[in-house]
Structures are given as structure tokens and as C-alpha cells.
């Protein structure tokens, strides 16, 4: 893509070239997340009614996994900050639920290696899925946040940019200019129907919780897919609005 706008010299194109590029950057870090879906890993066997050893040994295994996979999301987190993809203040207050939920479990994971009974062991291994719920809840939900941070960043940018893109357009020849404002139109409104999608990502994210899904299952499954719903179209819309500014740099080029 940056090969094709090699040569622009029109006020405003640069500025394009810069958005255009930032914007399949972003693109590129969206879709290298991975699915939001995440399995439980097996529990590892059964034990004996009272061997209590047995039980922590799979509790530690359960908290292994799940710690594994919260550094995999910290990982994730770091690296789109890094690349300019989220805001700090988006990295800081996902890492800080990272964090909460990983001492949490070291904290459990600390009681249950103490433990001296196979009844006490098992209910801290419960606590494991009933406390956390890092598979069914945690890690769809923050890496949901993720990605909807990078929307919100990546919409920012479109949205800085208008100005200079009204520049070049009204640079642009008489013969183009049609066109332009066409794509230039469409692009406007692509970028409004993500953002209006974007209160509902905020307002519904902080409802999907362990404790509302233990109490109340049904209205936790209705928030969720809510919140897919307005995040999917928000995407599709960003991806267009970035189609339309793609082509307009090409219109701007020749």
C-alpha cells in the first residue's frame, strides 16, 4: 500500500499517506489477535475421596493454565501499546485486571497448597471456576476490551483527520472532485456508525463479570453477544471507512 502513493506532492497527501498507512496497521493488529474464544484446559484426572495431594496437584495445574494464558494476555496488551495501537491509559487499566486476577489466584493457589483436607482442597479448586472464571469470562471480556480499544484508537485517527483530507480534496482537479466527495461522504458516515456503536462496547463491557455470570447466566449471554453485535458492526464500518480513504489517496495520486 505505501508503494502506491509513492510520489505525492498535493497539500494534505502525506498526511493522508501517514493515516492510511496507520490505519492497516491497525488493521494488521486487530486481526493478529487470537480468537476471543477460549477453551479450558482438561482438568487433568480424578482423585481418590481423600487423597489430598492428588487434588491440590490439579488445582496447581488449573492455576498454572490460567496464569499462562493471563501473561499470554499481558503480552498481547504490551505489544499493541507498543505499537501505537491502544492508548496508555487503555494498557494500564488492562493490565491492572490482569494483575488483579493473577494475584487472586496465587492468593487461592497459596491456601490450597496448605490445605490438609481433601474437602477443603476440592473447594478451593471449585473457587478456581467460581471465583475467576478466567476461561468463561476474563479472557473473552478483556481481550473484547482489546479489541475494542484498538477501534477506538484506530476511529480517533479518522477522525483527526478530516480536516486534511478536506484539504486535498478541495486541492484536487475539477474532474475528481465528484468523486471524491462521494467517498469522502460515505467515509464520514462509516466512521459515525462505528462510533455509535462504541457506547454500547463501554457501557456493557463492565457488566460481564464472574459474579453476574454465576447469578444470572441468561442476562450475562444477552450482554455478551450485545456487545459482539455493536463491536462487529463497529469493525465492519471501520473497515470501510478505511476502504473509502484507500480510495481516495489513489484518486489524489493519479
Known sequence: MIKLFKGLKRPGQLTLLTLVSLVVASFVGYLALPAIAQAAPASGGQCAR???QCVINIGNQLITARLNALNTLSSRVTQQQ????ITADAAS????????????????QSKLDAETSAQAARQDVRNIFWQFRIYAVVLPRDYQ???FDIEQKLASRME??????????????ASKQAQLQSLYNDFKAQLATAEAQFDTVQSTL?????????QDHAAYASNLAKVRSAEKTAHTALHQAASDLHQIAQLLKN
Open 82 to 85: 507498543q505499537a501505537g495501537h
Open 206 to 214: 463492565p457488566t460481564l463479570t464472574p459474579e453476574n455470570y454465576n
Open 50 to 52: 481423600n487423597d489430598v
Open 145 to 147: 476490551q482489546l479489541h
Open 160 to 173: 483527526a483527520a478530516k480536516a486534511a483530507i478536506e484539504k486535498a480534496i478541495a486541492a484536487a482537479p
Open 93 to 108: 487499566a488492562l493490565q491492572a485486571d490482569i494483575a488483579t486476577n493473577q494475584n487472586g489466584l496465587k492468593s487461592l
